[in-house]
């Protein structure tokens, strides 16, 4: 009798991840991460890839954490090569909160670099989580491939996960600081000011260096040629 109320309540929940109302898919999630059961694995990541509420996927993302890694890894590995955009990007979201490094390699260069903004901080996120031991420069090496693109959010984003890293960034900021594009030479040295000075705001970092790049490219003063004579 038990084992059966147990069932009946377990069917209740997962159909409530459906229900109209955010509020009871909410509650949904919350239940069904509150009791883990195997049998939960499959429809929470397929309720991953189409959830509009970003309060629900976390909650989703929550629940997921809850269940065995065993099971949930392989869900969400085949996850990340989907064709949907969104179920890639929660995907590997659920991987960084997760940890488990078993799943570096499907952290790939196509992730990080994917065209949808959210995958790639999403991707961004997980590999700083998930990189191993001396394999970091390699990642910040690719993750400065990135730098200037998007808007602000998107930025800040990589910033982060580039600070992350911690000092093995240097090499491939100062790579790109030398590079013709100003978007991408003033979110290095943004980031670079964010290393060395982790309370400096990312909007006062990056208007400093938009305006240090702009000066770098402007005509130099008759006075400051004379004085090179």
């Known amino acids: 009798m038990t084992m059966a109320r147990q069932d009946a309540a377990a069917i209740r929940a997962l159909q409530a991840l459906e229900d109209p ?13 509150t009791a883990p059961d195997p049998r939960f694995v499959g429809k ?3 309720r991953c ?3 509009p509420e970003f309060f629900v996927r976390d909650m989703l993302t929550w629940a997921l954490t809850r269940q065995p890694v065993s099971l949930t890894l392989p869900a969400l590995l085949r996850e990340v090569r989907s064709e949907r955009a969104q179920a890639r990007s929660q995907a590997l979201h659920t991987l960084s909160k997760i940890g488990d490094r078993h799943a570096w390699p499907a952290i790939t260069r196509a992730l ?4 949808d903004d959210e995958v790639a901080r ?3 996120r997980a590999a700083v989580v998930l990189v191993p031991g001396g394999e970091e420069s390699a990642l910040a090496t690719v993750l400065a491939t990135q730098l200037g693109r998007g808007e602000r959010e998107t930025q800040l984003s990589l910033s982060q996960a580039l600070v992350a890293l911690g000092e093995v960034i240097v090499p ?4 790109t600081t030398t590079v013709s594009d100003p978007r991408v030479r003033a979110h290095a040295l943004a980031t670079q000011r964010l290393l060395r000075d982790p309370d400096a705001g ?7 260096a938009k305006r240090v790049v702009a000066l770098t490219g402007a005509p130099r003063t008759d006075d400051e040629n004379r004085a090179d004579r």
């Open 21 to 33: 109302s955010s509020s009871v898919r909410l509650r949904a999630a919350l239940a069904v991460g």
């Open 44 to 46: 929470l990541v397929e």
């Open 49 to 51: 890839a189409v959830e």
């Open 112 to 115: 990080l670099s994917d065209a």
């Open 122 to 124: 999403s991707a961004w």
């Open 172 to 175: 491939a900021l100062h790579a």
């Open 202 to 208: 990312f909007e006062s970092a990056i208007e400093e």
